[in-house]
């Protein structure tokens, strides 16, 4: 961060996040995802491995895959969310490039005694999102993208971080869908998971965030879904903790989380 304008902005948003965690209690806290920029929808969850990591070209762009034709009418919200998803293209081979996941977390890390747990999105959402002009492989192109997170967060994890946190497995959104055959499937996306964290759980608490997709504060479904036909995969999980979207839906799950989640 290298202008001064930026980086008293980037410092003072920071403390503002923690210190209104602190505040309230929290034992655990995190960034805000300060780290990104102010993008329609929340699109630079997306947006920033993309511009980071190597293998992504962006002076190639697209329409993300299969956002064309989408179900909302101009001036919806979500249609605003489908149409700006352009994203650069894979070009060459991913790898971790420029993440830089731990100087960002130690940023926050030196401005709190509280541990500082970090967010990071899933290379399965990455991955289908994008056109790919090298791999031209889906299974390939995710398990590449999976490989490169988990060499950044072992280096994260290696610097101190004792909390991350994987955001959307892809398990239960496939799973609901009935996809049980082809290359992307639930089962795939669990092994994807579970590789890209490989390792990390001997050096911290691997979290595993899981929702129904809120772009916008919107909802993603008309109909209230349930984590049922997901949850036997999602028990194989390779993580300390899994978090699961269920006040929405009335806790209409938690019978069935009792009885299939045991390890975590």
Partial sequence: MTSARYREQYSDALGCYLRDQELAGL?????GDVRFDEEVSGQS??????RQMAGFDLADRALMKGA?????????????MAETRVYPSINGPVG??????????KY???????PVKFGTITPELLGPTVRDNYYNDPRARIMALSNAINEELHALADAGCQVIQMEEPQVHLLAIRGLAGGP?????????FNNTVRGLRAKCEV??????????????????????PALEEMARIDADVITFE????????????GTHIKDQ
């Fill in 108 to 114: 926050a890390q030196r401005m709190t005694a509280k």
């Fill in 45 to 50: 969850w997306f947006t920033y491995s993309m």
């Fill in 96 to 105: 971790r490039g420029h993440l830089q996941y731990t100087e960002i977390w």
């Fill in 207 to 228: 979290w595993c965030h899981s929702c129904w997709g809120n772009p916008a504060q919107q909802r993603m479904f008309a109909k209230v879904r349930s984590y049922a």
């Fill in 68 to 80: 064309g034709g989408v179900p909302y009418p101009r001036g919806h919200i979500l249609h605003d």
């Fill in 246 to 257: 269920n006040c929405a839906s009335g806790g209409i799950d938690l019978e069935a989380f």
């Fill in 27 to 31: 034992d655990i806290v995190t960034d």
């Fill in 184 to 192: 992307l499937n639930a089962g795939f996306m669990r092994e994807v």
